[in-house]
């Protein structure tokens, strides 16, 4: 325990001939994480909505880190036809990739919708994430210790999956849709895993989560009071800076001893700062069956659906 409660960033390993994407890097934890997969020899793909925005958080790193190796590539996760079309350009350009940082996130705007109609925090936390996951899966299939890293939250535990209302027809709250993304993110990165495994796939899926952490996601968005709580009083006394919320995703994205299906958080006090250790799922976030449903619901709303490799029989086994 005492050796995971020192893991920082110096401890990730060589990251020299891996291809990494991480989404929403402009700023914040995307950003962070980023850069420190860029120190560490990594090539960095940043998956940004605001090109400009992208191209100066590239900048930043290189300052930092000269001959850091990125690209900048537009990417509007709310938007399922950018999502295509991201993924499309990025199969041509990169047959492998080593690692998917599934980062970006939307809190607690009014209501609005998305291109293809759905709920604007759900589509870019959860459905963007899916049909990016499932349209990059064949470079990952391909990629060296290849992992997924879904970024959820501690508010997964406070959501709840509204089927009946996922777009907020008839009942909108900004952090409660916002929590409800979160568990979807959860649910999700744990029923990746169980499909990855049944499969026989080498991809490993994995869950994070930063704790408290003063990024722009907390001012942004959200309005009125939400705004206040969260940019006037709650991140100047008790976040932690984006380096270190972004830690427990570095661990689960390059950490040897981690395996699939793990959720990896701060070992603080409820879990809002600190060192980057195993922590538990919600039991809605781990259940198989809410897992498949959202799963399903997931493949109709947005059209893709997973090549998972055909598990391996034994010898002289009928194909499936």
Known sequence: MRERQRWTAEQIP????????????????????????????GQVILA???????????????????????????????????????????RADH????????????MAPPRSLSAQGHEVQFATNHLGHFALTG????????????????????NHRRGRLRFDDLAGERAYAPMAFYNQSKLANAVFG????????ASGSPVRSVLAHPGYTATRLQTSAPTGLWRVVFGRIGNPLFAQTPDRGALPQLYAATAPDVTGGQFIGPDGPAELRGAPVPVALSPAAADPATGR????????????????PRPAGPPGAPVP
């Open 190 to 197: 744990s029923e990746l895993h169980r499909r990855l495994t």
């Open 293 to 308: 449903r959202l799963w399903e619901l997931s493949e109709r709303l947005t059209g893709v659906r997973f090549g998972f």
């Open 14 to 41: 060589d990251q020299s001939g891996r291809l990494s994407l991480v989404t929403g890097a402009n700023s914040g934890l995307g950003l962070a994480t980023a850069r420190a997969l860029a120190r560490r020899g």
């Open 95 to 106: 047959p492998r990739l080593d690692l998917l940082v599934n980062n970006a996130g939307l």
């Open 48 to 90: 940004v909505r605001d090109p400009a925005k992208g191209r100066r958080a590239a900048a930043e790193i290189t300052a930092g880190h000269p001959g850091a190796r990125l690209e900048v590539r537009p990417l509007d996760l709310s938007d399922l036809g950018s999502v295509r079309a991201f993924a499309r350009a990025l």
């Open 135 to 154: 349209l990059l899966l064949g470079p990952l299939t391909a990629g060296r210790d290849a992992r997924v890293v879904t970024v959820s939250s501690v």
